[in-house]
């Protein structure tokens, strides 16, 4: 064996190789990522609707006929909650002029004040930076993303159905291809389970935190409560700054519709929700259920947001259960796995 041949074969050698090869990788998936979202989603899509399938065939129901209905569920449910949120904000888009008037007025009247005791103010700068339009164009910006990926709706809905229709089939298929004793399928059957119970805990936390962010808004009076209840429970599916994200506009709403006291008393609520729901309630159940730290889930949620946009966001805590699983498979990697675990 010569030199060079036995130096690629070290240790750290090997390491900056997979190293290399990881940046290839992840450089193709970010080129990629505008083919790659709706096939990731369509994946994720399946793995939730493969429990109500099999639910279906157990009780004798033919497979195409338990797919057709599982899909007409999700298109249904899919289709009431965007036209909700599309009439929704259009009814507000067309309010907005009537919040920035009044937003303009309470300004004035504080920089009035504000001069009576020698301190000039800026109501244009001061609009620059508390415009309830620029709140919602950041919320926008993530529902533009998300509304990207349903322009490829149809082939997000035939991959669904494909890869049902095979569900059936593939447990057969991975034995006979890999054999009897592979772990392929016990790989894949553990990471379906984690992402079923991801997604059952954090619509659980979801909908805890778009509940109580409603009954708060409806109950200091502020317009569109429902709305923001939605807003908070779809925008907490993206970890650690969703909820954030979803208390900004209606901060600002509470502001110009009732003044800073109430928005003081709105922020304050968001916060007290947030800290129970993001910071207690779900740490714990994903810790104990998912084994991911806190740390693995917030850098993961910034890294896959970087390379597959705000759908990587909604999907990081599942694509890095998939990274971990791998990893726990393959021995030299499985050091990495324990330290994305929880203990």
């Given at each position: 064996?010569?030199?060079?041949?036995?130096q690629?074969?070290?240790?750290s050698?090997s390491?900056?190789?997979?190293?290399?090869?990881?940046?290839?990788?992840?450089?193709?998936?970010?080129?990629?990522?505008?083919?790659?979202?709706?096939?990731?989603?369509?994946?994720f899509?399946?793995?939730?609707?493969?429990?109500?399938?099999?639910w279906l065939t157990?009780?004798?129901?033919p497979?195409?006929?338990?797919?057709?209905?599982?899909?007409?569920?999700?298109?249904?449910?899919?289709?009431?909650?965007g036209?909700?949120i599309?009439?929704?904000?259009n009814?507000?888009?067309?309010?907005?002029?009537?919040?920035?008037?009044?937003?303009?007025?309470?300004?004035?009247?504080?920089?009035?004040?504000?001069?009576?005791?020698?301190?000039?103010?800026?109501?244009?700068?001061?609009?620059?930076y508390?415009?309830?339009?620029?709140?919602?164009k950041?919320?926008?910006?993530?529902f533009?993303?998300l509304g990207?990926?349903?322009?490829?709706?149809?082939?997000?809905?035939?991959?669904?159905?494909f890869?049902?229709?095979?569900?059936?089939?593939?447990?057969?298929k991975?034995?006979?291809?890999?054999?009897?004793?592979?772990?392929?399928v016990?790989a894949?059957?553990?990471?379906?389970?984690?992402?079923?119970?991801?997604?059952?805990i954090?619509?659980?936390?979801?909908?805890?935190?778009?509940t109580?962010?409603?009954?708060?808004?409806?109950?200091?009076?502020?317009?569109?409560?429902?709305?923001?209840?939605?807003m908070?429970?779809?925008?907490?599916?993206?970890?650690?700054i969703?909820?954030?994200i979803?208390a900004v506009?209606a901060?600002?709403?509470?502001?110009?519709?009732?003044?800073?006291?109430?928005m003081?008393?709105?922020?304050a609520?968001?916060?007290?929700?947030?800290?129970?729901?993001g910071?207690?309630?779900?740490?714990?159940?994903?810790?104990?259920?998912?084994?991911?730290?806190?740390?693995?889930?917030?850098?993961?949620?910034?890294?896959?947001?970087?390379?597959?946009?705000?759908?990587?966001?909604?999907?990081?805590?599942?694509?890095?259960?998939?990274?971990?699983?791998?990893l726990?498979?393959?021995?030299?990697?499985?050091?990495?796995?324990?330290?994305?675990?929880?203990?």
């Amino acid at each position: 064996m010569s030199q060079n041949d036995s130096q690629i074969g070290t240790p750290s050698s090997s390491m900056l190789v997979t190293l290399a090869a990881s940046v290839i990788v992840i450089a193709g998936m970010k080129t990629a990522a505008s083919m790659m979202v709706p096939f990731l989603l369509a994946i994720f899509i399946a793995i939730l609707s493969t429990p109500l399938m099999m639910w279906l065939t157990e009780r004798k129901v033919p497979t195409t006929i338990a797919v057709v209905m599982v899909m007409a569920l999700i298109v249904t449910f899919a289709f009431v909650i965007g036209s909700f949120i599309g009439t929704s904000l259009n009814d507000f888009y067309g309010d907005l002029p009537v919040y920035e008037e009044k937003l303009k007025a309470q300004l004035l009247q504080a920089a009035q004040w504000l001069k009576s005791m020698n301190i000039e103010l800026n109501v244009d700068e001061l609009l620059n930076y508390f415009d309830p339009s620029t709140a919602m164009k950041m919320v926008g910006k993530i529902f533009a993303g998300l509304g990207g990926v349903l322009a490829n709706a149809f082939l997000i809905i035939f991959t669904v159905i494909f890869i049902l229709l095979e569900a059936s089939t593939f447990r057969g298929k991975a034995q006979r291809a890999f054999g009897n004793g592979t772990s392929a399928v016990e790989a894949f059957a553990r990471f379906s389970q984690s992402v079923q119970q991801y997604l059952k805990i954090k619509t659980l936390v979801s909908m805890g935190t778009g509940t109580a962010a409603g009954l708060l808004c409806w109950f200091l009076g502020v317009d569109y409560a429902v709305l923001w209840a939605l807003m908070a429970f779809l925008l907490n599916y993206i970890p650690n700054i969703g909820s954030i994200i979803a208390a900004v506009p209606a901060a600002l709403i509470a502001l110009v519709q009732l003044g800073p006291g109430a928005m003081l008393v709105l922020a304050a609520g968001y916060v007290v929700i947030n800290t129970i729901f993001g910071n207690v309630v779900e740490p714990r159940l994903m810790g104990r259920s998912l084994g991911l730290s806190t740390l693995v889930v917030f850098v993961s949620l910034v890294f896959w947001g970087w390379v597959l946009g705000p759908v990587g966001m909604l999907l990081s805590v599942p694509l890095t259960m998939v990274v971990k699983i791998a990893l726990e498979e393959t021995e030299r990697y499985r050091w990495l796995a324990i330290l994305l675990d929880h203990d």
